[in-house]
């Protein structure tokens, strides 16, 4: 089967622009997780998408970022106006329901953001 | 708060030389430990999950294993190909049937020469 697929792999913005990054999950995932690694940090969690819900969301870090799964399919990560320390790996993963423990999450191999 | 720690942060061996990594742990009620293997460029790519203490599950030259409070990595007689950075995770327990969200540690970045 397919993986999981981020686009772009890699940014590179100025401060104050705005940037999307998208993320295809695993046909037939429901769940749907965005994370971040910021340089020199361990992987933290933004949110949490059951189909098109938002499950869990306390990990965005402001309203500058915005998510959005239409349809329950791929998901968007809209970082407007971008600043400095946004600059990252964006990872995306999925999973199906009760399938975690046995599969683990399958993740995509990131977007590099640069905010210069 | 939910945390995880790796120790140590890189580790160095000669091709063949056997050694472990740790990952401690607190969490409000462990759903399950998870082990990724991360190479430069991908996504962590899942190894393990170990539920309760005392568990332990095998992958060719990769043993992990759990107590209440730390989760071992065991590499036995490791080529240059395990080079990577392990990652450990946790998720808690927060009732419900979807899994939720990882808390993940820095990791340790392993290097294996021939």
């Known amino acids: 089967e397919a993986g999981v697929t981020q686009f772009p792999s890699h940014s590179v913005i100025e401060k104050g622009q705005t940037v999307t990054l998208r993320c295809d999950p695993i046909?037939?995932?429901?769940?749907l997780y965005w994370y971040r690694r910021v340089m020199g940090k361990e992987i933290k969690f933004l949110l949490h998408?059951?189909?098109?819900?938002?499950?869990?969301e306390s990990g965005m870090p402001n309203n500058r970022f915005l998510a959005e799964r239409t349809g329950g399919t791929y998901s968007t990560l809209k970082v407007q106006p971008a600043e400095l320390e946004d600059s990252g790996v964006y990872f995306c993963?999925?999973?199906?329901?009760?399938?975690?423990?046995?599969?683990?999450?399958?993740f995509g191999s990131g977007t590099r953001l640069t905010v210069v | 708060e939910d945390q995880v720690t790796q120790s140590p942060e890189a580790l160095r061996l000669q091709e063949g030389e056997s050694s472990s990594l740790n990952c401690s742990y607190t969490?409000?009620?462990?759903?399950?430990l998870f082990w990724y293997r991360q190479d430069p460029g991908k996504g962590p790519e899942f190894l393990f999950t170990l539920y309760s203490a005392g568990e332990e599950k095998e992958k060719e030259r990769l043993k992990a294993t759990l107590t209440k409070k730390e989760s071992f990595l065991h590499i036995t007689a490791p080529k240059p190909e395990d080079s990577a950075t392990y990652l450990c995770a946790v998720q808690a327990d927060a009732g419900g049937t979807s899994y939720g969200k990882l808390t993940f540690g820095q990791g340790t970045i392993l290097t294996v020469h021939p």
């Open positions: 969490v409000s009620g462990l759903r399950g």
């Open positions: 998408f059951v189909k098109e819900s938002k499950q869990d």
């Open positions: 993963a999925s999973s199906q329901a009760f399938n975690e423990g046995l599969y683990g999450y399958t």
């Open positions: 046909s037939g995932h429901d769940n």
